[in-house]
């Protein structure tokens, strides 16, 4: 019975603390879509993506954010070379076109300023800055132009298809403007910039890459007023 008590109490105890909080901070969702661009040498491509967010107001111009965003599936070729391992295998060199698949799913976690007005204001352009820390999970799919025997010829990035990870550091700006009702629109850039190398074989090229900037136009709702 004490034991039961000791429950119901720490219950109401949490329940006051987080109805404290709630009616401190005010808490938004935002979705958008948008157009990506990996700048990365011998990856480069345009696809689209679209992005889930919250956004947690500590204040009226300073909070936290955690996103999700997918990553469409970009798709470029390159122009490679199959080098003999021995001096004896005739042809020396094969060249092919490797055609590759790259998707990602991306987790962030960072710090949201507003530069210019609030998170709450209510008939004025809002402008805002980003930056956080993410974890890049991506899938890469490769085909080659020929069949190759990997046990005779060396080559740049082997075919078919495997995962990947990347941390990442995380940059962006927005401007919004209110609609009234708590509904805010925005246009949003932001960059994600890999900050880990681990290698891959079907990566090319492996090192800090994918490197990618997008434009999103999405619609935030605040709660919690």
Known sequence: MHHSRKIFLSLCFSFIFLNGICQVLKLSFAGD???ARNFKQQQQYWTAEQNLAVHLHFTPENGAYVWFTLHGNGKFTNDLTAMAKSPITIPQQIAYNNRTQ??????????KRYIKGAANAEARLNIYGLAGFGLLMGHVSNDHSVTLDTTVYTVPVR???ASFK?????????????LGGNFYIYLEGKTLIPITDYPSPYMLPAKYAPLTASLHLGL???FLN
């Open 159 to 161: 075919a078919g298809e």
């Open 102 to 111: 790259l998707s990602f799913k991306h987790f962030s976690l960072g710090w």
């Open 220 to 222: 935030r709702i605040l």
């Open 166 to 178: 990347r941390l990442t550091l995380d940059m962006g700006a927005g401007a919004e403007v209110p």
């Open 33 to 35: 879509i948008g157009v």
